[in-house]
């Protein structure tokens, strides 16, 4: 019997949304695009019952058989993508022992630690990559490269501020990490472009601002889903 185990790692939709858009912003819009979503979200499916089977004690193989489903999806979804442009393949092929990395996380129930989330972060800004090359050759390093450094940025500052606010959140340690990081990427934003310093400003604001205070989960992601949809705009904007 098949078993399906609901998503609750909210962070994850703006990590699927915004480095493919940025792709998309930087070298334009192909019918593969839609393709690499659907992927990405079937891979982020399929894993998440994958490592949930990895965690849990008490095994049940239905939950193997959801992410054979999703694997399915996974297979129809990129083979186009790699055929279309091979350069892709590598990106792809980079993401597999980053993957196992994330699965040994699972497998020992420690799925919220720092270098698991970094892990995550780089397989999202890796599709970034993907979505530029669809229109771009991988020699073109000028137009790709941005696409995943300005995601990266982003998001690595979101893992320490989430750290801040909800598991560590009497850390100083990740407390000062955060601001000083934050602090960090608005002055490399206003060398790279005035654009990419006013993208991150709100990031280093609500790490200062919000920090200590008492704030529901449910509303943390809130505000990081208007700070992502904030610089999804901005970022594209500069990289269009």
């Not at 004690?57 to 489903?69: E, L």
């Not at 990129?78 to 092929?93: A, E, S």
């Not at 704030?215 to 505000?223: A, Q, W």
């Not at 990081?224 to 269009?240: K, R």
Request: overall charge positive; charged content about 10%.
């Amino acid at each position: 019997m098949f078993k399906f185990k609901k998503p609750n790692q909210h962070g994850v939709w703006s990590m699927i949304v915004v480095p493919i858009a940025f792709g998309i912003a930087a070298s334009g819009f192909t019918f593969l695009h839609i393709l690499l979503y659907i992927g990405v979200l079937a891979a982020y499916f399929m894993s998440d019952q994958v490592f949930f089977y990895l965690k849990k004690r008490k095994k049940d193989i239905g939950y193997i058989y959801t992410a054979s489903i999703f694997a399915l999806i996974v297979l129809i979804s990129f083979i186009p993508i790699v055929l279309y442009r091979n350069d892709t393949l590598w990106i792809f092929l980079l993401m597999l022992p980053l993957s196992f990395i994330n699965a040994y996380f699972a497998k020992k129930k420690n799925e919220r630690a720092f270098t698991n989330d970094l892990i995550a972060v780089i397989i999202f800004c890796l599709f970034g990559i993907i979505s530029t090359l669809l229109n771009t050759a991988i020699s073109n390093i000028q137009t790709w490269l941005p696409v995943f450094i300005i995601s990266f940025m982003y998001f690595f500052g979101t893992i320490l501020y989430v750290k801040t606010m909800i598991r560590e959140k009497k850390s100083t340690k990740y407390k000062w990490s955060s601001w000083i990081y934050h602090l960090c990427i608005v002055i490399v934003g206003f060398v790279i472009s005035p654009l990419v310093m006013v993208m991150y400003i709100p990031s280093l604001i609500r790490s200062i601002v919000l920090y200590g205070k008492k704030i529901k989960i449910m509303h943390v992601g809130l505000i990081e889903i208007a700070n992502s949809v904030f610089v999804l705009v901005v970022g594209s904007m500069y990289l269009h």
